[in-house]
């Protein structure tokens, strides 16, 4: 694919890829005019190889997570692995292969550590605690809450050698439900980052060394954009930052609105599909800027078409929208494209005990805060009954 500006119209040249997804077939090749063109072609595009000292030295292999499939495919039974990363592809491949197939403990190596979030707290998918009440708290306090759940559910990292150098909420978390287990059985071995590689043997910066058949390295990826022209890739992408330069991301203000991108953004919490689906409409109808919690973003982009779920609007959804966590249902309740079983699909979200425990909380305290001006108090009290009982319904 190709795509260059002409003025007022796109030319896009596309062209079929064998199955390797680099040979062209030439008898392919076509070309269009497009008034509007929207890209869709992924932001976890071109794998980022980290390189370290004396790493061509090494004798076994060395691939990134992009080529791990599980460890049948990639001939690693019996095989001593270091698994480099600490993100969700870094997790996955270590417990995957010190779950099959394990000769040694795999080690994994990671220079920043990391809160290890559990899949589900207290009995609830951890994305269900993402909602609106938590993301209105003060960040410090925000933290404090996430880690100090974190800690209970799974100790503290320190514990597990995680050592995390970054507080909680400030990265993308890395989400595991058995990374633990395997850490305190000894079938995962974390270790700081990589100081040399010599021959077969690695050395840690903590002075620890071993030998390995397989490194793999789950070191993330970079936006790669090669199929649009040099001009229009200077203007949207930051190459050395890997950042685009995108207002919400999704358009730029020197191109206009005739060039968007879908897809390139990452959410802070749950699921990319929300995200998008927010993208698309406001791709059709847009204007102003972006944040990445899905919450956020997702509130403030679809307020500008109108569908930002209002309280006042929904008065019997009320606690789901503020002790509940998000989905795309709740942006089909109000605005365009409304879904007539939009209410009820929010109502089968569950919100957690905790959430339900800490809004019951809120309310006694906002009752006690006016139990001196009666009226008021029974005024507060009312209200916070009937939302919740609706709530619960
Ligand atoms: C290991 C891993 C685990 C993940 N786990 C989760 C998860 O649990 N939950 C979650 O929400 N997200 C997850 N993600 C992120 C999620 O996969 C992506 O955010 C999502 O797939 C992005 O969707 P997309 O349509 O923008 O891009 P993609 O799914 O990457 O699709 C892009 C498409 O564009 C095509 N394309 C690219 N270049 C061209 C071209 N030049 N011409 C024509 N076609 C082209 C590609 O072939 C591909 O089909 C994960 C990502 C990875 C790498």
């Known amino acids: 694919m190709y795509v260059l500006n002409l003025g007022e119209d796109w030319k896009v040249i596309v062209q079929e890829v064998e199955e390797d997804g680099i040979t062209v077939k030439p008898e392919t090749h076509?070309?269009?005019?497009?008034?509007?063109?929207?890209?869709?072609?992924?932001?976890?595009?071109?794998?980022?190889?980290?390189?370290?000292?004396?790493?061509?030295?090494f004798t076994g292999e060395i691939i990134h997570s992009v080529k791990y499939k599980d460890v049948i495919t990639n001939h690693l039974e019996d095989k001593r692995v270091l698994v480099v990363g600490i993100g969700n592809s870094a997790v996955d491949v270590a417990v995957n292969i010190a779950a099959i197939g394990r000769e040694k403990p795999v080690y994994l190596s990671t220079r920043s550590g990391a809160w290890v979030v559990p899949n589900y707290i207290f009995g609830q998918p951890t994305d269900l605690y993402a909602n609106r009440?938590?993301?209105?708290?003060?960040?410090?306090?925000?933290?404090?809450?996430?880690?100090?759940?974190?800690?209970?559910?799974?100790?503290?990292?320190k514990r597990w050698g995680l050592n995390p150098k970054m507080r909680a909420l400030q990265t993308q978390p890395t989400v595991s439900p058995t990374l633990l287990h395997h850490i305190q059985r000894k079938n995962i071995v974390v270790v700081p980052n990589i100081q040399r590689i010599e021959n077969k043997k690695v050395y840690f910066i903590n002075g620890e060394?071993?030998?390995?058949?397989?490194?793999?390295?789950?070191?993330?990826?970079?936006?790669?954009?090669?199929?649009?022209?040099?001009?229009?890739?200077?203007?949207?992408?930051?190459?050395?930052?890997?950042?685009?330069?995108?207002?919400?991301?999704?358009?730029?203000?020197?191109?206009?609105?005739?060039?968007?991108?879908?897809?390139?953004?990452?959410?802070a919490s749950g699921g990319i599909l929300t995200i998008f689906e927010t993208k698309n409409r406001y791709y059709h109808s847009a204007r102003h800027t972006i944040q990445k919690d899905p919450i956020t973003y997702n509130d403030e982009i679809s307020s500008y078409f109108g569908a930002k779920p209002e309280l006042l609007t929904n008065p019997t959804l009320a606690w789901r929208l503020i002790f509940g966590s998000c989905g795309a249902f709740q942006y089909r309740l109000q605005g365009p494209n409304t879904w007539s079983g939009a209410k009820e699909a929010v109502k089968k979200v569950p919100v957690t005990e905790m959430m339900n425990y800490t809004g019951i909380g809120l309310l006694v305290i906002a009752g006690l805060i006016n139990v001196e001006e009666i009226p008021t108090c029974i005024e507060v009290n009312a209200i916070g009954v009937w939302i919740f009982l609706n709530g619960c319904k």
């Open 30 to 57: 076509r070309k269009y005019l497009a008034k509007n063109v929207a890209i869709a072609s992924g932001h976890h595009a071109k794998p980022t190889m980290a390189k370290f000292m004396g790493q061509d030295s």
């Open 209 to 267: 060394s071993a030998e390995f058949d397989t490194i793999i390295l789950c070191t993330g990826y970079k936006i790669d954009l090669p199929f649009l022209s040099d001009e229009i890739k200077q203007t949207v992408l930051d190459d050395n930052n890997n950042n685009l330069k995108l207002f919400k991301n999704v358009f730029n203000p020197d191109i206009g609105q005739s060039l968007a991108f879908i897809g390139f953004v990452q959410p």
């Open 133 to 157: 009440l938590f993301l209105a708290l003060p960040w410090k306090l925000a933290t404090w809450i996430f880690e100090t759940v974190i800690k209970v559910v799974s100790g503290d990292p």
